[in-house]
């Protein structure tokens, strides 16, 4: 990567998601962190929530997989932080780069939550009044979040005897207050603003409202009190508005940002990512045998099937999110498939996306001890466990919108079909006791991806997707489709490495029938075609990579440090 002057000397990046995978975002910030770090090395500093050390319980040793710990890194700052009322723990988020992270502690700081919430009333109209939910955990620690910067900046300045520049960048409204305290009480910080999805915007949708067909008749406002969402909406807009820079990470969000909070963004920040994260070669290949034999295996067992090695796995995952990430749309596509009786071969539809999980599946678990050291399990002279699609037992078994879905639209689970479907509600962390394997280790073993989404501002599933080779589909409706259309200058196919479809509030059927007919053709698809197809997906990854993207936060610094 070519040299990258710097406009500012201190980065400080402020997010519920650092060294906490519970999001998107966290996928933004951990794969762009090598990026950053190559230009500002340890001049860029995380932060977020001390929520492990928190949950362990005082005395209790953090046990955060995604933080190593480290108490000489930054220690005078650390102690004068302590006196202050920050509590703040040092170390490096365990990605690579390795980031010098700040996790701060807020919970020392509850009892001061409806001062806080005045003097946000006070200074920048926040109206906190009807909060619910985690607004309260988020909006204290990014207060001490932007507590935490100021004091670290005027340390640094401090320490080296000099002026220095910093930018704080606040990441979605859980980062709001943060950039709120800084724009307060220390302007010589400049302050950046990055929205990845409005509330507002997600909210209309996964209230089932139709968000494009009435689109230009929305008041931000207005739908946030008809939605309860004045508080979140409140902390974002303020923050939107109040920013040196005001980002986001699509030109389909950007209308969002214009439509809902009143300002359009001075930068786009799209989602890149690194191909640190990524398999290659022979390990690539051995780890896509792995995965393949952990899905076929787990269906077999529960289907009590025979499905081989030739058989096409077609997967979704994400967010649990039903509406917006269109799983609705894939299980209807899926049925249409099996009514066609067009297959000529097997297809497994893998669904992975986290859900109220109780347990992994005993006589699922039971089966699976049988299965040999090397062949594929053999299950079929047994009968089918019930509700043989699902690996693991639900809370709420009944009530989850995929299970209805699949039974609601008439999937079969005969014997004899060639469309089988294998349901992994659980979050694939290597430690889910059945699959037992990272999501991205089972992503390489499938063959293509469909990500059908109503609402995607920018669509990370369809990105981690190429960049382990395997091609997808996605929809005009994701910024990652957007942008693919954009690379290839037409309405990009498969041949691509990634298919995108055209949808909106009016063409749900035709949909429908697009993804059936694309699962249909892939499965007709020779090895070396689908080789090709992979290649494809590969070569159009390299473009969407942070070497490439990272320098847009440049040009978002550089216009925050000059306002």
Same mark, same amino acid.
Request: glycine share 6%; hydrophobic share 40%; net charge negative.
């Given at each position: 990567?070519?040299?990258?002057?710097?406009p500012?000397?201190?980065v400080f990046?402020?997010?519920?998601?650092?060294?906490?995978?519970v999001?998107?975002i966290?996928?933004?910030?951990?794969?762009q962190?090598k990026?950053?770090?190559?230009?500002?090395?340890?001049?860029?500093?995380?932060i977020?929530p001390?929520?492990?050390?928190?949950?362990?319980?005082?005395?209790?040793?953090?046990?955060n997989?995604?933080?190593?710990?480290?108490?000489?890194?930054?220690?005078g700052?650390?102690?004068q932080?302590?006196?202050?009322?920050i509590?703040t723990?040092?170390?490096?988020?365990?990605?690579?780069?390795s980031?010098?992270v700040a996790l701060?502690?807020?919970?020392?700081i509850?009892d001061?939550?409806?001062?806080?919430?005045g003097?946000?009333?006070e200074s920048?109209g926040v109206d906190?009044?009807?909060a619910?939910g985690?607004?309260?955990d988020a909006?204290l620690f990014?207060?001490q979040?932007?507590?935490?910067?100021v004091?670290?900046y005027?340390?640094f300045?401090k320490?080296?005897?000099?002026?220095?520049s910093?930018?704080?960048?606040?990441?979605?409204?859980?980062s709001?207050?943060?950039?709120?305290?800084v724009k307060k009480?220390e302007?010589k910080?400049a302050t950046?603003?990055t929205?990845?999805?409005?509330?507002?915007?997600?909210?209309?949708t996964?209230?089932?409202?139709q968000?494009?067909?009435?689109?230009?008749?929305?008041?931000g406002?207005?739908?946030?009190r008809?939605?309860?969402?004045?508080?979140?909406h409140?902390a974002?807009?303020?923050?939107?508005l109040?920013?040196?820079c005001?980002t986001?990470?699509?030109?389909?969000t950007d209308?969002?940002?214009?439509?809902?909070l009143?300002?359009?963004?001075?930068?786009?920040?799209?989602?890149g990512?690194?191909?640190s994260?990524t398999y290659?070669?022979?390990q690539?290949?051995?780890?896509?045998?792995r995965?393949?034999?952990?899905m076929?295996?787990?269906?077999?067992?529960?289907n009590g099937d025979?499905?081989?090695?030739?058989?096409?796995?077609?997967?979704?995952?994400?967010?649990?999110d039903?509406?917006c990430?269109?799983?609705?749309?894939?299980?209807n596509a899926?049925?249409?498939?099996q009514?066609?009786?067009d297959l000529?071969?097997?297809?497994l539809?893998?669904?992975?996306v986290?859900?109220w999980e109780k347990?992994?599946?005993?006589?699922?678990?039971?089966?699976?001890?049988?299965k040999?050291a090397i062949?594929?399990?053999?299950?079929? $002279?047994?009968e089918p466990?019930?509700? &043989?699609?699902? *690996?693991?037992? !639900?809370?709420? /078994?009944?009530?989850?919108p995929?299970?209805?879905?699949i039974y609601g639209c008439?999937?079969?689970?005969?014997?004899?079909q060639?469309?089988?479907?294998?349901?992994?509600p659980?979050y694939?962390?290597g430690?889910?006791?059945?699959?037992?394997?990272?999501?991205?280790?089972?992503?390489t073993?499938?063959?293509?991806?469909i990500?059908?989404?109503?609402?995607?501002?920018?669509?990370?599933?369809?990105? $981690?997707s190429i960049?382990?080779?395997? &091609?997808?589909? *996605?929809?005009? !409706?994701?910024? /990652?489709?957007q942008?693919?259309?954009?690379v290839?200058?037409h309405?990009?196919?498969?041949s691509d490495?990634?298919?995108?479809v055209?949808?909106?509030?009016?063409?749900?059927?035709?949909?429908?029938?697009?993804?059936?007919?694309?699962?249909v053709?892939?499965?007709?698809?020779?090895?070396?075609d689908?080789?090709?197809?992979?290649?494809?997906?590969t070569?159009?990854?390299?473009?969407?990579m942070?070497k490439d993207?990272?320098k847009?936060?440049?040009?978002?610094?550089?216009?925050?440090?000059?306002?």
């Amino acid at each position: 990567m070519k040299r990258i002057s710097k406009p500012t000397d201190y980065v400080f990046q402020a997010s519920w998601e650092v060294c906490n995978k519970v999001g998107g975002i966290y996928t933004v910030l951990s794969t762009q962190a090598k990026a950053l770090e190559g230009i500002y090395k340890d001049n860029l500093i995380y932060i977020g929530p001390d929520v492990h050390a928190r949950v362990s319980g005082k005395g209790a040793k953090n046990t955060n997989p995604l933080f190593s710990a480290d108490s000489t890194l930054l220690s005078g700052l650390a102690r004068q932080l302590k006196k202050q009322g920050i509590p703040t723990r040092f170390g490096r988020w365990n990605v690579p780069g390795s980031p010098i992270v700040a996790l701060v502690d807020y919970e020392c700081i509850r009892d001061e939550k409806n001062k806080i919430y005045g003097e946000m009333w006070e200074s920048f109209g926040v109206d906190s009044l009807n909060a619910y939910g985690d607004y309260d955990d988020a909006s204290l620690f990014a207060w001490q979040a932007g507590r935490m910067a100021v004091a670290a900046y005027r340390y640094f300045c401090k320490q080296e005897k000099q002026d220095l520049s910093a930018v704080f960048q606040a990441h979605e409204w859980m980062s709001a207050f943060g950039l709120l305290y800084v724009k307060k009480n220390e302007p010589k910080m400049a302050t950046v603003f990055t929205t990845h999805a409005t509330s507002i915007g997600r909210s209309i949708t996964c209230n089932n409202k139709q968000l494009y067909a009435y689109f230009d008749g929305y008041n931000g406002d207005q739908m946030a009190r008809e939605l309860n969402m004045e508080a979140k909406h409140s902390a974002e807009k303020a923050a939107a508005l109040q920013a040196d820079c005001m980002t986001t990470v699509s030109e389909l969000t950007d209308r969002e940002c214009r439509q809902f909070l009143g300002r359009e963004a001075d930068v786009i920040l799209p989602n890149g990512f690194d191909s640190s994260f990524t398999y290659k070669g022979a390990q690539l290949q051995a780890v896509r045998k792995r995965a393949r034999k952990a899905m076929l295996n787990t269906y077999n067992a529960l289907n009590g099937d025979n499905l081989t090695d030739d058989t096409l796995i077609v997967a979704t995952s994400g967010r649990n999110d039903f509406r917006c990430k269109g799983f609705d749309l894939f299980i209807n596509a899926l049925k249409r498939v099996q009514d066609s009786g067009d297959l000529q071969r097997d297809v497994l539809a893998v669904i992975a996306v986290p859900c109220w999980e109780k347990a992994a599946r005993e006589d699922v678990n039971e089966r699976l001890a049988q299965k040999p050291a090397i062949k594929l399990l053999d299950a079929s $002279e047994m009968e089918p466990l019930p509700h &043989p699609f699902i *690996t693991h037992e !639900l809370y709420n /078994f009944n009530e989850e919108p995929i299970v209805q879905t699949i039974y609601g639209c008439g999937l079969s689970f005969d014997k004899g079909q060639r469309l089988h479907l294998l349901f992994i509600p659980t979050y694939l962390d290597g430690n889910d006791g059945v699959i037992n394997m990272p999501y991205y280790d089972l992503l390489t073993g499938c063959d293509y991806c469909i990500y059908p989404s109503y609402y995607e501002p920018w669509g990370y599933t369809p990105l $981690e997707s190429i960049a382990f080779g395997v &091609p997808c589909l *996605t929809t005009t !409706l994701s910024g /990652f489709g957007q942008w693919v259309a954009s690379v290839t200058g037409h309405q990009p196919l498969v041949s691509d490495g990634v298919a995108v479809v055209s949808r909106d509030d009016y063409n749900y059927d035709e949909c429908v029938g697009e993804i059936a007919t694309s699962i249909v053709g892939m499965a007709r698809l020779s090895h070396a075609d689908w080789q090709q197809f992979a290649a494809a997906a590969t070569e159009l990854s390299k473009k969407a990579m942070w070497k490439d993207f990272v320098k847009q936060y440049i040009k978002a610094y550089t216009l925050a440090v000059k306002h």
